[in-house]
């Protein structure tokens, strides 16, 4: 991490002593530079290359801002600190020149940042509000200053541990777990604490809290990559919950210059709209902006699988949906006891 | 908690035994029943009683309802379970004449259960969806299935550990720190957490994520009445972080009927308006809808306090606000190593 922001500065350095305007190269992230690559199973950034140049006058601040965030990101570094998106922004606060004009700006820079330097922001230290959680069998040891070398097992806790800077910076050290359980609400991620879930289905349990984090993602990620466990996602049944699940297995466009973020194997166990016939589920109507949604996801190149088109049909003419927490219609361990192994095949 | 239940359900029974149609007495939320109590220091409900009668035509529904959500409380304590809210009204759907139409109404019962029984319906183990954190150096004991007599200390996280129904429900133990720290936001908390904050102010570090969660101010209110740790809160420098302070304080027009949620001693340290003055913060310019809501804090009967005239009338007059983050402009640990100690009086 150090050595590719030391690299970016030696860069720009040599270009002054050379008596150049200094300028960066990097990846073009325009839509029409966003692709979706079938054999990496994620969006991809295409070959077109953009030179950010500071002779160009409209080019001099947004340079000047990236060089900038570099040099806070290396203090991050070198301090071994950690910084949120938005202290990012609000560090760049009165300083003339380089000031962003809202977050946006700023997250968009630090975006920049990603891309010139082909590593994502969590490698440089910078973080979003954490609110995902995670529990079970994960033996983790620390790195953050003053917890270095600390164990610490993921069952100590059951409410769960938060999946901050901490967590997303340790390494992992042993698991007697065989798959991974995601889930997209807090409430589920109780259920499941309470149930022995992680027992029963002998699962590391995560909780997303919505759109899955990147830092979150990261660690599905890791799980999968490292201890080769399977990936299980259960989310509400609407496109917004179906969504969730795909933007862990195949990643969003926002982050196409990142990899290891994605898990291409990790499969959507429901809520399907199967089962809400299935499963005479209580559902709530379609409204017209799911119903927009449905239709989105249904052109969107990463939802060509069958299960995917099938079931995105299936909403549709069903006109409902159905939230995970339908399911306690049945009794609130029904969820453990008769759907999770009917999906898990357990 | 389960005698409160089986004393409703044997009146109840008593009264069909009696060829009474069965009814309830409780005390009324109708707004002109609430009122501020300044010697409680918290909103409190008034003597005016209602009867929920099921020989009236129209309290049949609710009066079964009711009934209903006791039977399932008594479940849930019966089999130490624990449901959200969200779950209640689920549980409900496809009982003819129980069903509800909303989450709202499901909701509604279930506070008219709170006053009819006179507990909280943490009590029952009805929780909302979980969000906030705790971290600092607590020793807690679990009395969750599982976990009774586990002991832990609430450092061993460094990302902080949720505050759900273990949480919740566990026993205090022991503790060195000498104050609580509140803050609205995970960034704040992370970044507290970062700086050693519980060490240096040897606080206990409570993150809500906006408004408190009634566990949570249950949990501050313990920390401040079993071990006479004064409180401290810290938020965003708007109505909307004002409000998040004087609910922990004073409690909610909501919660009236409920004592032991409330810390009328704690003390709201920032971010004030004479902070964006005094450290030359950052700010935005108030909306309009912020502006309506500080005219409103003014006249509730919670703001009487000089301070709290005070702060509103300058946020007034600045048109400005300002965040927590803000204080980054000066550097990430300025928090910590400068605006902290002056508040703190350390």
Redesign the interface.
Known sequence: MEQSLTGLGNLIYEQITNHEFPWIHMQSRSTDNIMYDPEERQYVLGPRMIRRHSRNIRHIRPFTQLVWTAWFAKELVMHR????L??????A??HRDIEYNNQQESDNIITDMEVALNRAREDFHI?P???S?IFGDLTIE?T?P??EGRR?NLT????????????TSSEFVETSADKVLVVE???MF??LV?E?AHDKFNAILIHT?GQSPRATRGIINRLNQDYDLPVYIFTDGDPWGIHIAMVIISGSANAAHLRGLTTPDAEWIGVWGTDIIDYKL?TEPLTEFDHKRLRELKNDPRYTGDIWQRELDVFLKLEQKA?L?????Y??TYIVDEYLPAKLGS
Chains 1, 2 share one sequence.
Request: aromatic residues 12%; proline residues 6%.
């Open positions: 600190k950690t910084s949120t938005r202290e990012v922004y609000y560090s606060r009165g973080f509000e954490e609110r959680a620390y953050v003053g917890y610490t100590d806790h059951p409410d769960g541990v938060m999946i901050g800077p901490a967590v609400k807090g409430a109780t259920r309470e022995r809290a209580p939230e927490e339908a399911f306690s219609r009794g609130l």
